[in-house]
Structure formats: structure tokens, C-alpha cells
């Protein structure tokens, strides 16, 4: 079983700055992919930027970016120039390739505030 | 082309009353979820549909829990004699055929349930 750990509750940082999420998780699949999603208050998941564990190029989308650690099973997300509409809580999850496991594992996220 | 769909948006029931939540996922997409996220958690997988194979039941907290998915597409899911722990928003996503990046599930807008 998989388990996707998100260890920090709650982040604040200030409009135009750069702050990182952590999520660390355990497998003993080789191949699978990690997932960032946002949760804004309308409740609505959105999908934030997707890494392929093969892959050993940190995936980026626009102002997000991680830091994909496969051996120490680590995967922080960058948020750079942090905007007001970042607020949110955001969630880290796993899922294997293959197999009849194929459900998300969700760590149970943290919630960022972005000041103005 | 339209999004997940859930309704109703909210539904505050009595005790031990019977509640059905609905879900209608992007059109075409094969494999469907239910989640529930209580207050302050993490996403509890309950319930996975994938095309004609028999759904994977294994997160459903209770026999009072049940769900079904018609002709592969809109799908309920069935709380009995609900309790006050039912309490949650009540989430579900649908992906394309739940095989390599098709692993991208998108969500609905969730359906919270309060039981009084």
C-alpha cells in the first residue's frame, strides 16, 4: 500500500514570493505517477502539474515547478510570483501505473494563504 | 466540452434518513470515483468504476454504503440510515480510461452533506 505523506498544515506567503510545499511518500512500485492538486475555497480540484516517475526532468507548468527526489520518495512543489488566487488548499497524490490498485492516494494537503 | 457534474450542491438530511448523491462524469471517460473529504482531511477513496468490470468497493466504510454507475455513465451513490459522521463533501471524478496519463482524474465540484 501506498502512503503520501504531507507533513506542513499550513504555509503563508507574501504576494509575489516563492514558497515551497512538501510531500514526501512510500511505495515499492518503480514506476508510478505524483499528482499536485489545488483546491480553491469554491471546493472545485484542479490539477496542478502532473510527473511521471520515469522521468528524471522535474516537470514545470508556468509559475509551478517541483522538486521530483525519486530515491528519497520526495515531491515539493514550487509556487513562484505567488498571486492572491494561489489561496488554497493544495494536495499531493500518488498512483501506480499499472495494476488493479487504480485509485489516488491523496496526502491530506495544507493549506496556503497568500498575502497581499 | 462540460465538466463533472455533482448534484445536489448541498443536502442537509436527519438521521437516519436515506441519502442519494449523483454524479455525472466528462462524457466518453471510462473510469469514475467517489471520495469523501471530512473537515480538515486528506481525500478518502470509496468507490472506483472502470467500464464493464466489477467496481472496486474497497474504501466503502459500511454496508450502508453503496453506489452504482448506469449504462457506464451517471452514477449514485447511496447513503442509508445516515449518521452524523457522514458529515463530508462528498467528491467525484472521472478519467479517461484510467490507463498511463489517462491517470488525470477530474473532479467534480463535490456534494456536501451535513446530517443533523
Known amino acids: 500500500a501506498q502512503t503520501v505523506t504531507q507533513s506542513q498544515p499550513e504555509m503563508s506567503v507574501q504576494e509575489a514570493e516563492t514558497v515551497t510545499l512538501s510531500c514526501t511518500y512510500d511505495t515499492s512500485e518503480s514506476n508510478y505517477y505524483l499528482f499536485w492538486y489545488k483546491q480553491p475555497p469554491s471546493r472545485q480540484m484542479i490539477l496542478v502539474i502532473r510527473q511521471e516517475a520515469y522521468k528524471q526532468q522535474n516537470a514545470t507548468e508556468n509559475r509551478f515547478s517541483v522538486n521530483f527526489q525519486k530515491a528519497a520518495k520526495s515531491f515539493s512543489l514550487k509556487i513562484s510570483d505567488s498571486q492572491l488566487g494561489d489561496t488554497a488548499m493544495y494536495f499531493c497524490?500518488?498512483?501506480?501505473?499499472?495494476?488493479?490498485?487504480?485509485?489516488?492516494?491523496f496526502g491530506k494537503g495544507i493549506t496556503l494563504s497568500v498575502r497581499p | 466540452g462540460a465538466g463533472v457534474s455533482q448534484s445536489p450542491s448541498n443536502k442537509v438530511t436527519e438521521k437516519g434518513k436515506d441519502v442519494e448523491l449523483r454524479c455525472d462524469p466528462i462524457?466518453?471517460?471510462?473510469?469514475l470515483y467517489w471520495y469523501r473529504q471530512s473537515l480538515g482531511q486528506g481525500l478518502e477513496f470509496l468507490i472506483y468504476f472502470q467500464g464493464n468490470s466489477a467496481p472496486d468497493k474497497s474504501g466503502l466504510p459500511s454496508d450502508r454504503f453503496s453506489a452504482e454507475r448506469t449504462g457506464g455513465s451517471v452514477s449514485t451513490l447511496t447513503i442509508q440510515r445516515t449518521q452524523q459522521e457522514d458529515s463530508a463533501v462528498y467528491l467525484c471524478a472521472s478519467s479517461p480510461r484510467g490507463r498511463g496519463v489517462d491517470y488525470e482524474q477530474y473532479f467534480g465540484p463535490g456534494t456536501r452533506l451535513t446530517v443533523t
Open positions: 497524490a500518488f498512483h501506480p501505473y499499472t495494476g488493479a490498485n487504480s485509485k489516488l492516494t
Open positions: 462524457s466518453g471517460h471510462t473510469a
